[in-house]
């Protein structure tokens, strides 16, 4: 019998959407907002919504609006639970010691996806980089460092001659920097990070500005990384 490819469900697509749309907003939406984004009718939204909501991966606040559900954080937590486990003390000192957030992001197909994030604990002013943020792998440092992994024939397409060429420049150094393409005004420096049995990977910190220059911030990552990849056998 010929292998046929069984239909995908629209009704689950669109409830993964959803859960995608909030968790790249950087406030809760509204139903309306969700709809649009979704370019669904208000009504497909909310029944899709309310499924959601009472499965806890949703969540209203006081005037309605809708964000992520704190169900969500519990998958989370069981996604690469062992990469996450090793990397969160990692990150923790680093955030800590240069006053940035500091991440991990992972490959997932185009897109480079946070995984675990952490803020540093005084600073005045930090920048929140939620888990589950995802953007194109073609953009910011942490991209970079995760195609840096990949090889050039498996690119995306969005992938231009002028990014192939940043990242055969940076690749012998290590590291990887980018101002300005994922968000406005911000910065970040990221090292890719490779361990046996995983997919292609990446520390990064996300800041506004620093006294410490680029070239110590990636050394300091580097030292992470290295814990990391022994801690996890490599």
């Not at 019998?1 to 009704?11: E, F, G, I, L, V």
């Not at 370019?39 to 969540?59: K, M, N």
Request: proline share 6%; aromatic share 2%; net charge negative.
């Amino acid at each position: 019998m010929a292998d046929q490819k069984a239909p995908a469900s629209q009704t689950l697509s669109r409830g993964i959407r959803i859960l995608e749309v909030l968790a790249d907003a950087r406030e809760p939406l509204t139903i309306d907002e969700i709809a649009r984004r979704l370019d669904v009718h208000r009504s497909v939204a909310y029944r899709l919504l309310r499924t959601l909501e009472d499965h806890g991966l949703i969540a209203r606040d006081g005037t309605g609006r809708i964000a992520l559900g704190a169900r969500m954080a519990a998958l989370a937590a069981g996604v690469a639970h062992d990469l996450q486990a090793e990397a969160l003390p990692e990150l923790t000192d680093v955030a800590n010691e240069l006053g940035m957030t500091c991440f991990l992001s992972v490959l997932d197909h185009d897109e480079c996806v946070t995984l675990a994030s952490v803020e540093p604990r005084h600073a005045v002013a930090s920048v929140a980089q939620r888990p589950g943020t995802r953007h194109p792998v073609t953009l910011g440092a942490p991209g970079k460092a995760i195609l840096s992994l990949v090889p050039a024939a498996s690119w995306p397409d969005g992938a231009d001659a002028h990014l192939r060429e940043e990242v055969a420049d940076a690749a012998p150094r290590g590291w990887f920097e980018s101002h300005d393409e994922v968000i406005p005004s911000l910065r970040s420096v990221a090292v890719p990070l490779v361990v046996r049995g995983r997919g292609p990977a990446a520390i990064a910190v996300v800041y506004l500005a620093s006294r410490h220059d680029t070239a110590e911030i990636a050394r300091r990552l580097e030292r992470s990384a290295a814990v990391i990849r022994l801690a996890l056998g490599d």
